[in-house]
T-cell receptor
Framework: DAGITQSPRHKVTETGTPVTLRCHQT?????MYWYRQDPGHGLRLIHY???????DKGEVSDGYSVSRSKTEDFLLTLESATSSQTSVYFC????????????FGPGTRLTVT | AQRVTQPEKLLSVFKGAPVELKCNYS??????LFWYVQYSRQRLQLLLR??SRESIKGFTADLNKGETSFHLKKPFAQEEDSAMYYC????????????FGKGTRLSVIA
């Protein structure tokens, strides 16, 4: 699992509140990604990072922001949560040496009421 | 534009029957193709990548550039194969974000 953890694992929040999800990795991987998983849509990229303080938008970035102040942590913030952001959020890292592949975290199930 | 198409949302097969999960892609260059598997409420795991040309858990996948396909196959399905399967594509530089298909749920019936 490349030492990837996500917190919280489950969260219920109300519409309009800010929410921050955390992804933590222990392998010193340079690249990190946030995806959301929804039935009928598969996984869609929200934001990604290619280094500390280097981030870029993905396919569904509206309503989300990210920050990466340390290699090991990649934070995803929903600035004002909406019901359409109810989803399962997965963080992933890319091992850019040795066996090249993306590793996924366990996911965070977010419900916005 | 990069696109991955998995035409079947759900595929049900009997135990011991052959399985083929379809994946077609659209990409202008030379893509890297992957199959990921997600067992119930677990994280995604890499199952196969085309450049490895290996067989994992009895599954194989061949990249057909002429048909732009990367179908996943297994000759004899097992109950433990029941899961969600995602086909994914990456640009030539493997660290580019993956583009996923919408997934196919495989249900193996005893």
């Amino acid at each position: 699992d490349a030492g990837i953890t996500q917190s919280p694992r489950h969260k219920v929040t109300e519409t309009g509140t800010p929410v921050t999800l955390r992804c933590h990795q222990t392998e010193n991987h340079r690249y990190m990604y946030w995806y959301r998983q929804d039935p009928g849509h598969g996984l869609r990229l929200i934001h990604y990072s290619y280094g500390v303080k280097d981030t870029d938008k993905g396919e569904v970035s509206d309503g989300y922001s990210v920050s990466r102040s340390k290699t090991e942590d990649f934070l995803l913030t929903l600035e004002s949560a909406t019901s359409s952001q109810t989803s399962v959020y997965f963080c992933a890292t890319y091992r850019d040496r040795g066996l090249l592949e993306q590793y996924f975290g366990p996911g965070t199930r977010l419900t916005v009421t | 534009a990069q696109r991955v198409t998995q035409p079947e949302k759900l595929l049900s097969v009997f135990k011991g029957a052959p399985v083929e999960l379809k994946c077609n892609y659209s990409y202008s260059g030379s893509p890297e193709l992957f199959w990921y598997v997600q067992y119930s409420r677990q994280r995604l795991q890499l199952l196969l990548r085309h450049i490895s040309r290996e067989s994992i858990k009895g599954f194989t996948a061949d990249l057909n550039k002429g048909e732009t396909s990367f179908h996943l196959k297994k000759p004899f399905a097992q109950e433990e194969d029941s899961a969600m399967y995602y086909c994914a594509l990456s640009g030539h530089s493997g660290n580019t974000p993956l583009v996923f298909g919408k997934g196919t749920r495989l249900s193996v019936i005893a």
